[in-house]
């Protein structure tokens, strides 16, 4: 775990936005599922808001005990009967993983009870592998639709996606969903954001449009063990 490594990031992140003269800059989202707490709370100290999670224990055991303004990313498969639990974080900035009419369903009424909305992003399953979660590209339209006009308590903030590293052509074809539905439902292109790229491709995808990135290895090390 490195502060160096999250300053070289932030400047490489800076650096590249300069350079492809974007009228904004890429997030960073650090993703530190399976890493202690302290990890995460150094990297907090120096600047960073924006953290990641894939388990709902997880998440929920970690915004316990950690500053009420970092801004948690579930970005794990959120399976229906944890949803509740997860919706109960205050700090929750947004869950990167609807892929599900049903699921869309399910949380949107449990924020109407909360009386509270949330940001939200489909995931599309762009590498077509069967092994990732994700809308595929067919259902994607009626899945947005639904969110736009059914879910009032979910506010739809763009799209993310787990492909293969380096893999331009689902980056672009990423860009080209986004403009699809930005036209399709007159969406405001400012407000509709893409997350993908991680430690291996950030920068490719930043290229590439990416407007969040997902970065672990390089500022945690190696992965842990899965923890349940």
Not at 36 to 64: M, R
Not at 101 to 112: G, Q, R, S, T
Not at 166 to 181: D, T, W
Request: net charge neutral.
């Amino acid at each position: 775990m490195s502060i160096e490594a999250l300053n070289k990031i932030n400047q490489q992140i800076e650096d590249l936005s300069k350079e492809l003269n974007l009228d904004y800059k890429p997030n960073l989202v650090a993703i530190s599922k399976t890493k202690p707490k302290e990890s995460i709370l150094i990297l907090y100290e120096s600047g960073q808001k924006h953290f990641g999670e894939n388990y709902v224990q997880e998440i929920i055991e970690k915004a316990k005990e950690l500053p009420k303004d970092i801004k948690w990313h579930f970005v794990g498969h959120l399976q229906s009967n944890k949803a509740k639990s997860l919706v109960q974080l205050d700090n929750l900035y947004v869950i990167e993983t609807i892929d599900t009419i049903k699921l869309a369903k399910i949380l949107n009424k449990l924020l109407a009870q909360q009386k509270r909305t949330l940001n939200i992003m489909i995931q599309v399953d762009i590498s077509h592998e069967g092994t990732k979660s994700g809308c595929s590209e067919n259902d994607l339209p009626d899945l947005t639709k639904f969110i736009l006009e059914k879910c009032p308590n979910l506010k739809l903030i763009g799209l993310m996606s787990l492909g293969n590293p380096n893999s331009i052509e689902e980056f672009e074809q990423m860009k080209k969903l986004k403009a699809q539905l930005i036209e399709k439902f007159e969406i405001d292109k400012n407000q509709f954001d893409l997350s993908f790229g991680t430690s291996q491709d950030f920068e490719e995808a930043i290229k590439h449009g990416s407007n969040s990135v997902r970065i672990g290895t390089t500022l945690f090390g190696p992965r842990a063990c899965k923890k349940k």
